[in-house]
């Protein structure tokens, strides 16, 4: 399973988890996020005219910003970053780029963290990187010689 779509799961199921526990202001809030993410499209959903997609985008935009006002007062200042602010701004990358499965980094984060776990240290890492891929290519050589 795709990080994106466990991502999308846990998003829909802790709705339900944390409806009851949270106090109803941070609830709100919560449901603010959730569903604005939920209505930006995937690939499978992108079928809209543009001014539909527009339009989408208008409403998770509301959804953004309320949820952007209301958690500078709920939460602490710090809370509020660059990447909450930037929230703000994915509907127009949805109108603009299409579905978020288009330009994903999730692959390229993924490999980074393989790249990450072949360095020991912070000590040249790409030259262990590089010694690691090198014994994998040589390994996977003389694999194949062997059949």
Do not use: W
């Amino acid at each position: 399973m795709e990080g994106n779509t466990v991502l999308e799961l846990s998003a829909i199921y802790s709705v339900g988890a944390l409806n009851g526990i949270l106090l109803e202001p941070y609830f709100r809030n919560f449901l603010d996020l959730v569903s604005g993410m939920r209505m930006l499209p995937r690939k499978e959903q992108y079928g809209q005219t543009r001014q539909r997609q527009k339009v989408i985008a208008d409403e998770a935009r509301k959804k953004f910003k309320t949820f952007f006002m209301d958690a500078k007062n709920l939460y602490e200042r710090e809370f509020v970053v660059h990447n909450v602010h930037c929230l703000i701004h994915l509907p127009d990358d949805y109108v603009r780029f299409g579905p978020f499965d288009n330009y994903s980094c999730f692959h390229y984060e993924s490999f980074s963290g393989k790249l990450k776990k072949c360095s020991q240290s912070g000590f040249e890492p790409m030259k262990q990187v590089l010694r690691k891929y090198r014994t994998q290519v040589s390994i996977n050589k003389n694999s194949h010689n062997m059949r």
